[in-house]
């Protein structure tokens, strides 16, 4: 029979699946996503959990999640097994994070999957070129972690991302390289000898360890059509060591190319130029299930290739309710397509979409602008055009970005791709000291402490503006890192508020000069340890309270956990040492013996 006149051959989606259908060859491979009827939406099952730890959160979405998928594609699976067997079916992958199965199979198969009546529609899924490639630029000289003021947060208040975990969805990550391999997340359920040696040969055994259904997933895991070994997630090509480098690279080898240098990536690789959508659909579900807290994603599909928009929303959606933070690329293509500019999934409303600026704050003539439409996509059907919903939401440099290469040294590179690390980075910063910030709170914090350059305001070029890490840290830290200019010879005396919580009311507090990292340091009378900065010139006026250079008061919080300090600079005692230098007072309070530190310091300049 004629495959068009077949009732199930309505549920082709695209045009082009519907002519290789009917019109291609028979026993043509062509991949296919099979989209199911009852989608799980997590932001439904997660009302239904009660109490839940957000270590616990990710599990616990994927048993209620299975047991909606699994019933309805019991019959598909049965199908595509025989004929996986028959040599007919191949590139399997059954999906919990939304209700979807991948599959390359002839167009015989494809109608009788179709005809499922627990099939609400069937995607043509090729592989594409969704990594966005280098867009070209001047290769002058570099400009970008001092730009967004990353330095500032590392040295004023050890706020390097530290304990977080980034999932780059990328080309893959050499895990190797020095500014990396410090960096790279290990999975504690396979390091089966706690050594946390990245790609440790002692713990591959074969064996499914923490029963996630990843074999010898020590690192992460290679979601590419075209591996043998899918448990390493060593990049092939180098887009996505680039990546990878602009988010946590140390500067072992030279440079100090990333921006969160505490934190630590988990690689997950799609295909090395080519992939599925599907592919990055399954590293998204692995991030979200291994607890990463922000994923990275240099990547998007062009609106002429029919991307199935409504199932990537679907999918970002349900990663960021498991409290995963998504920041994407906007795309290089400029303002060719009009609203069709901005790549899928950047044009999803609740991620965070990145436009890409130079060095001297300019929009990259590549960076894709708004605005984008949903209107047309059930079951949205939202965001009409006019007006459209802004996109990008910020902007980050992105243009003759150095960063790592593999699998040593460095390389310069262009485009959104390269803008994007940098905002993920700052996410994971800003994630570490404020873990109490939902994924919507985060994105919001972003924004509102962007650099509004463009058209005042929210604009499709720039979005909210380019992202400052000090300035998110002033405004967002428990306690804010104020920055005030005091004379050596002069002195002065510097009034501030301590903000703190309502959990601290009443405690009494101190200053402490010193400032603001998170080792252990000099112990105090009473036994109570405080930190102390790496910088030695921070630690010539630790523990000064009191002391003839620096006089500060204590006190108590009030019932709001706020209260009022002073710090007194006498003239001419600061040391000359301490001239041109920042010197830190932190806030320390102590409901009794135990110390309550915050990393949050108050910044005094020494000027001549």
């Not at 209620?64 to 004929?83: D, G, R, V």
């Not at 630590?264 to 291994?290: D, F, N």
Request: glycine residues 12%.
């Amino acid at each position: 029979a004629d495959a068009r006149t077949l009732p199930q051959f309505a549920k082709l989606r695209e045009t082009e699946l519907q002519n290789l259908v009917a019109d291609g060859p028979s026993g043509k491979m062509i991949h296919v996503d099979l989209i199911f009827k009852t989608q799980p939406d997590f932001e439904v099952l997660k009302a239904g959990f009660g109490n839940i730890t957000d270590k616990e959160l990710p599990q616990a979405l994927r048993q209620k999640s299975l047991e909606i998928c699994q019933p309805e594609q019991a019959a598909a699976l049965k199908i595509i097994s025989e004929q996986y067997a028959e040599g007919n079916a191949d590139q399997i992958a059954a999906l919990w994070l939304t209700n979807v199965v991948g599959v390359t199979t002839t167009p015989e198969v494809i109608l009788e999957l179709a005809a499922l009546t627990e099939v609400n529609y069937v995607h043509y899924d090729p592989p594409r070129e969704g990594v966005l490639l280098d867009a070209g630029g001047s290769r002058g000289s570099t400009c970008d972690q001092n730009t967004i003021n990353s330095p500032w947060g590392w040295k004023r208040m050890n706020a390097k991302g530290q304990g977080m975990v980034i999932a780059v969805i990328d080309t893959g990550t050499c895990y190797t390289h020095p500014d990396l391999v410090n960096n790279i997340w290990v999975n504690a359920g396979e390091d089966l000898d706690g050594d946390g040696v990245t790609w440790d040969a002692d713990d591959m055994n074969g064996i499914d360890d923490d029963g996630n259904g990843y074999v010898d997933d020590l690192i992460g895991w290679a979601f590419d059509h075209t591996t043998g070994t899918p448990n390493n997630p060593m990049d092939h090509g180098y887009h996505g060591t680039h990546t990878s480098g602009t988010v946590v690279g140390d500067g072992t080898d030279g440079s100090e190319v990333g921006t969160a240098p505490g934190a630590k990536v988990m690689p997950v690789r799609t295909s090395t130029l080519i992939t599925h959508e599907i592919e990055v659909w399954q590293g998204m579900e692995y991030a979200m299930l291994m607890d990463a807290d922000v994923i990275s994603m240099s990547l998007g599909w062009w609106y002429g290739w029919n991307p199935d928009r409504s199932t990537w929303r679907a999918n970002c959606d349900n990663t960021q309710a498991a409290g995963v933070m998504m920041v994407i690329a906007a795309g290089n293509e400029g303002s060719w397509y009009g609203i069709q500019s901005v790549r899928t999934p950047g044009d999803v409303p609740d991620v965070t979409t990145v436009g890409a600026t130079d060095c001297n704050n300019n929009i990259a003539s590549f960076s894709s602008v708004g605005p984008v439409q949903w209107a047309d996509v059930p079951p949205y059907n939202d965001h009409p055009h006019p007006p459209g919903l802004t996109k990008p939401d910020v902007s980050a440099p992105g243009v003759d970005t150095l960063s790592t290469y593999p699998c040593s040294g460095y390389t310069t590179l262009s485009g959104t791709s390269m803008a994007t690390p940098h905002v993920a980075g700052a996410a994971a910063i800003l994630r570490s000291i404020r873990p109490d910030f939902s994924v919507a709170e985060c994105k919001a914090a972003l924004m509102a402490t962007s650099v509004d350059f463009g058209a005042p305001g929210m604009d499709n070029q720039f979005g909210a503006g380019r992202i400052d890490v000090a300035e998110m840290l002033r405004t967002y830290a428990p306690l804010r890192a104020d920055v005030y200019k005091v004379g050596a010879a002069s002195g002065g005396t510097v009034n501030f508020t301590i903000e703190g919580t309502a959990a601290r009311a009443g405690h009494n507090y101190w200053l402490l000069g010193s400032a603001s990292g998170n080792e252990p340091g000099t112990t105090l009378p009473g036994g109570i340890v405080m930190p102390i900065n790496q910088d030695w010139l921070f630690n010539l006026i630790m523990a000064q309270t009191n002391g003839p250079v620096f006089q500060n008061n204590r006190g108590a919080l009030d019932g709001a956990g706020f209260g009022s300090a002073t710090v007194q600079v006498t003239p001419g005692m600061v040391p000359g040492s301490l001239v041109g230098q920042f010197v830190s007072f932190a806030c320390a309070t102590s409901p009794g013996s135990v110390a309550d530190y915050t990393t949050n310091p108050v910044n005094l300049e020494i000027l001549p």
